[in-house]
């Protein structure tokens, strides 16, 4: 049978309000599928929302996925691509073209096509090549986890350098260590929702309860804290710096 096909629409996030300053280092957690990705996405302009919009002083930059690179060339080719469509000069891309390489770990295999390269082999090259610029505003999506124990440490440090040097930096990740680590600012999505927004330990400490919860399948204490959390929810103040870190819900 012919007909139209079955298009169902995705609410991904709800309305939201979040604020970041300069020198902030926010971390993004919560269940799959509660919007984190989606919302980093808003973020960097790779997705427009409904309504509302996105207000930031220079482009963010998403570390590790941007780079738009072409499989059946090798990848010392690609490292040129990738540098060309994040906006660097062939001068500026000489300058660097070594520590990408060395950042990658890839050696000979640089020189082999793309498409022979493991999944981690890839991502490698696209997080090197992504860390070689200094961004204002630096996007991490779970790009930590990319590639063997050596090279996250070799990430871990560029990753330090990228943060000391960015503006503000936004992470999301499944490692709560990380980001206890890493973040002086924790948000809590689930379904959508943004449900916590604050000091990492507090809200870390509610996000660990609620999976607990959830995970012994408690679901009326898990839902009870999801309720506290919201409700806990102030009004953003944005022209005051000071509170500008609090966020809300848009009734
Ligand atoms: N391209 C898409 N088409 C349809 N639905 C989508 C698309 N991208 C995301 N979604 C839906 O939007 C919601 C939020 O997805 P998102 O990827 O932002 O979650 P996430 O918190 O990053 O999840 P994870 O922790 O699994 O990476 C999910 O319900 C997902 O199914």
Same mark, same amino acid.
């Given at each position: 049978m012919m007909g139209k096909p079955n298009l169902v629409t995705v609410h991904a996030l709800n309305p939201m309000s979040l604020v970041a300053v300069r020198g902030e280092s926010v971390g993004i957690v919560g269940r799959n599928g509660s919007g984190k990705s989606t919302l980093m996405k808003l973020i960097n302009g790779q997705v427009t929302p409904d309504t509302g919009a996105v207000y930031a002083s220079s482009t963010p930059i998403m570390l590790g996925v941007n780079a738009a690179l072409v499989p059946e060339l090798p990848g010392d080719h690609n490292v040129?691509? !990738? =540098?060309l469509a994040m906006g660097l000069t062939y001068d500026e891309i000489a300058e660097r073209y070594e520590s990408i390489v060395e950042l990658s770990g890839l050696e000979k295999a640089i020189h082999l096509p793309m498409r022979s390269y493991s999944s981690g082999m890839s991502s490698r090259l696209r997080f090197a090549i992504a860390a070689s610029i200094d961004p204002e505003i630096l996007l991490i999506d779970e790009a930590l986890n990319t590639g063997d124990a050596q090279f996250a440490d070799r990430s871990r440090r560029r990753m330090d350098e990228l943060r000391e040097n960015a !503006? =503000?930096?936004?992470?999301?990740?499944?490692?709560?260590?990380?980001?206890?680590d890493m973040c002086s600012r924790v948000v809590w999505m689930d379904k959508g929702d943004l449900l916590m927004d604050g000091d990492p330990r507090e809200v870390v400490t509610a996000y660990k309860d609620f999976t607990r919860h959830l995970s012994k399948g408690n679901n009326i204490s898990a839902e009870?804290?999801?309720?506290?959390?919201?409700?806990?929810?102030?009004v953003t103040r944005i022209r005051e710096r000071s509170t500008g870190r609090r966020s809300v819900r848009v009734q």
């Open positions: 040129v691509l !990738g =540098c !503006g =503000c930096v936004f992470l999301v990740s499944h490692s709560l260590e990380t980001i206890l009870k804290i999801r309720e506290e959390a919201m409700l806990a929810l102030t």
